[in-house]
């Protein structure tokens, strides 16, 4: 079982150092701390546990570490950078283990964008030595990059030469439209292994600058500097501790303190809960510091984000997640007016971007969802997100009951999909102004008001209900796994397109095709020929 | 060998019946007139055959007249429109041809749009039967779709519920993005194998209206009358023929009147030669229409596009395509300028669209292409696109020989790619103004002024060329040809994205994983099981 939670004293690969409003993250991977057997993780290639380490701290940074505003990445080995993703790792994993590995490093490569963009941590990429592949990939996720000009340390994506895949974790994108490399230059580059050094690189705008070897480590310590003095304030702020999640794992199941999820193995889906918080939260930003990770919007979104990751590393099997809430609709929409009145403090903030991430980590997950809304539940402000993020929503039709939705301004564009929309915006791509409808009702909507205004999929009453989400989740089950994945990866994200649908749907969906070509991982395919005296063999036909 | 050619007395499956303003296209598949053996074309199902005649009405109906402005698409079958591609064929083909025929048909779905969009020919899809999987694509592709409402007769896309695999034309990006059907019903739709028929279809967006049995045919005639009598005028302008392609087919290539190809099968490379005008073309539009089809940019245009169908179905192991052209610059840049000129002529306006169409053929080919500058070439105005779409260009640089390039106004603009740039901003993405100095630049280029202003990758001496390129093409050709499919899509559309981008991108590349796993085209897969007494069995790990 993969373990995704971790914190400094525990890093195996990484070091964090904070010095005053610069940071440095040294990669020195430990060949033999690897995630599985029959690896070696030289050259500070990397593992999925390797690439744990580095979200964790990305995450860290941004919530104990509000007073940096320079990050530097490097590495603790000479003359190597990093080698990229651990080539017999790939070749010895699965498909789905490979899909899935390369989905959560671009959610870490993102994270660092979300980082920069949003919470004023920039990022430098320092490469003492080669950085080739992934390596190459994690640099192109920074801000700026500079390279040692050593007559030998290069930049690379030797993926397509040497491997006859792709660069799996957003190279190719971000190439063009991140760097915006013009398009036969990126041609050029992608094919040629040994890559490019430090003045062509720069010419062709693969790097942003080079410095000789005794010049290195000054020049970029110059330009942190700039970084963070850029804006002249000194940032006050004092972080707040993420400690590790409270969770009690039985055989079928995951119980964090506001998430639980029980497996239904036979029927290969899984009953997941979020609670809303249990009592009347404080609501001033100096008692939301002091709450720190225990106040509920940050705990409870922390701990769905790793039963997120937990369903889809360790329980490939499952393939439905019925999503359902518990709570009180009024204290979620009271924490949702607390987070929405603070939200220029910088936890607050936080906080929000982290919700937004973990909701995109929702929508990127290759499950199906149902959400379902039934007495009791809150489905409300920030949690009405799960259910419009659901594949379908379900809502109980009783007379007697009272079942109930609500909006908050939270759903008006403080938790962004990959696209860019809210998800609202995305449901009513045919009606923008549904949209503003909703987000102005008055008060809360009860199933006819939901189904009225386009909230809610089905709503059958209390006669029907068991029978048709049986149905519904019989059916859902019993199709292909592969069709869905590509069905929900097409209709999730109509609409605008972005850097991040891209390497999500595009990049992915090509990369995942390649994975199963023999021509990559066929007993004479390039990924599995790799080190061997072999020499790969092609099927050389063009599709 | 597969012949792209047809013209409607050949045509074996579909009726093309012009009426003023109106024209009728009739599919009425004829069940053992295949393309291949071992399967029947039932229930008006369709293989690359029948597609390749819909494509050459489309084509027609804009140049042979283009006083239509209503085209309306149905079927001679009682109680069914269309049921989509041949699942016994799809099932019996190898991946690369299963991957060819989805490209064609979505391009021949795109040149719909496209004849609406731009030559003023609106398609109605009257839908007197059942539109199932590919026959609801091709009805979502028309502007507007009108069903039959007998209790009976359905659109749907069962693809996923009962094949396994997607929709493969383009079919769950415009449920979404064209019609911009709500995600959650989208959802439902593409998994229940039945359907939807008239009333719940209509409410939730999937057609536009329906009519009882008795008053279909009167109901789809109104709306026919209506869009054809529209804006009022009558079209005037008179058609001109397409004449059957001369070509000489040899065993290792072929020749056309201003395209020749030539195979180097050993090497896997094709050498592809486009002549410019031999003599000085007329200017007027009424000469233009004189000449009808044997027009230069008409008619070499619509030889390169029969080349590269040929090439890409027929020559699957050619992985490189070198460009080259012959001829004299100003001839072609005077065709430009013609073209500009009477831009606003029903003709003139077509030619520049069918150019564009090519173009953008030619960027979706599975295929790498280099473009070589050499003395006597002319990649000029509308040819140097051929440069710009190439994933390389070399340019000879020699102190005695005269090697140039150059721009027109149809660089400008009137020749764009699917992502809606030209291809001078798709290139210069990071710094658009290149673009527009590019466009202002007075005279030709030669070969310094082209790799300063960026036109060209590589500008080897006399000395170096022979050996750079044979390198170059060595290189190319023995890397595996998947990889190359995956980077060149994902390099060669960088910047915005749109409907087109989406399906030939994200949607096509899910769906061409999808068809390599097993749960689809393996033993028990849904795809091999269809029809068949035995049950798919599925591998259920979600990736």
Redesign the interface.
């Known amino acids: 079982m993969i373990n995704f939670e971790t914190s400094p004293v525990g890093y195996k690969h990484w070091k964090l150092a904070i010095d005053g409003a610069i940071a440095t993250l040294t990669m020195d991977v430990q060949e033999d701390e690897t995630l599985n057997d029959g690896y070696k993780l030289k050259l500070n290639s990397y593992d999925l546990g390797v690439d744990i380490e580095l979200a964790d701290a990305v995450q860290r940074l941004r919530f104990e570490h509000p007073e940096v505003k320079a990050v530097v990445i490097t590495s603790l080995k000479p003359r190597i950078f990093c080698a990229g993703a651990n080539i017999y790792m790939l070749g010895a994993s699965?498909?789905?283990f490979k899909?899935?590995f390369c989905k959560f490093t671009n959610e870490t490569r993102c994270s660092i964008e979300d980082a920069s963009a949003n919470s004023g941590q920039r990022y430098i990429a320092a490469l003492n030595g080669t950085a080739s592949g992934g390596g190459y990939e994690l640099a192109i996720a920074c801000d700026e990059i500079f390279l040692v000009d050593d007559g030998n340390s290069a930049v690379s994506l030797p993926?397509?030469?040497l491997?006859?895949?792709?660069p799996g974790t957003g190279g190719?994108?971000r190439?063009?439209?991140k760097?915006?490399?013009?398009?036969?230059?990126?041609?050029?580059f992608?094919?040629l292994a040994e890559g490019l050094k430090g003045k062509r690189a720069k010419e062709w705008?693969l790097i942003d600058g080079y410095f000789p070897t005794s010049k290195f480590q000054d020049g970029v310590a110059a330009r942190l500097k700039e970084i963070a003095e850029a804006d002249g304030q000194k940032q006050d702020a004092k972080g707040i501790k993420l400690n590790p999640l409270e969770v009690e794992a039985t055989g079928n199941g995951r119980d964090y303190k506001y998430v639980s999820f029980k497996l239904n193995r036979e029927e290969?889906t899984v009953d997941l809960v979020v609670r809303g918080p249990e009592t009347n939260l404080p609501t001033t930003a100096a008692e939301i510091e002091k709450l720190g990770d225990a106040y509920w919007p940050l705990r409870a979104y922390r701990e769905l984000d790793d039963a997120l990751l937990h369903l889809r590393v360790n329980e490939?099997?499952?393939?439905l997640v019925c999503l359902h809430t518990e709570g009180d609709i009024d204290r979620v929409l009271a924490v949702d007016q607390t987070l929405v009145a603070n939200k220029d403090h910088w936890l607050t903030r936080e906080i929000i971007l982290n919700m937004a991430r973990v909701l995109r980590r929702l929508d990127l997950t290759?499950?199906s969802f149902f959400a379902l809304v039934e007495p009791g539940s809150c489905f409300a402000g920030n949690l009405l997100e799960l259910a419009l993020s659901?594949?379908?929503?379900y809502m109980l039709n009783s007379p007697d009951e009272k079942v109930e939705i609500a909006t908050s301004e939270l759903n008006a564009g403080a938790l962004p999909m990959s696209n860019g929309l809210t998800r609202l915006q995305?449901?009513?791509?045919?009606e923008p102004e549904k949209a503003e409808e909703v987000l102005a009702h008055e008060g809360r909507f009860d199933t006819e008001a939901a189904e009225e205004a386009?909230l809610v999929?089905f709503a059958p009453d209390d006669l029907d209900w068991e029978d048709e989400i049986r149905v519904a989740v019989e059916?859902?089950?019993s199709?292909?796994?592969?069709?869905?994945?590509?069905?929900?990866?097409?209709?999730?994200f109509?609409?605008?397109?972005t850097m991040d649908t891209?390497i999500y749907?595009?990049?992915t969906?090509?990369?995942?095709?390649?994975f199963?070509?023999p021509?990559?991982t066929g007993p004479q395919g390039?990924l599995t020929n790799y080190g061997q005296p072999t020499q790969?063999q092609?099927?050389?036909?063009?599709?």
Chains 1, 2 share one sequence.
């Open positions: 699965p498909h789905a899909v899935n993926e397509v030469p491997l006859g895949v792709l190719l994108t190439l063009v439209d760097r915006k490399v013009r398009r036969d230059r990126a041609d050029v992608s094919t705008g290969r490939l099997e499952i393939g290759a499950k659901a594949d379908r929503t995305s449901r009513f791509l045919a386009g999929t059916e859902r089950t199709l292909s796994p592969d069709a869905l994945t590509g069905m929900e990866a097409s209709l999730r109509a609409g605008p397109e891209k749907g595009r990049l969906a090509w990369q995942n095709w390649i199963q070509r021509n990559a390039a790969a092609f099927d050389y036909k063009r599709t």
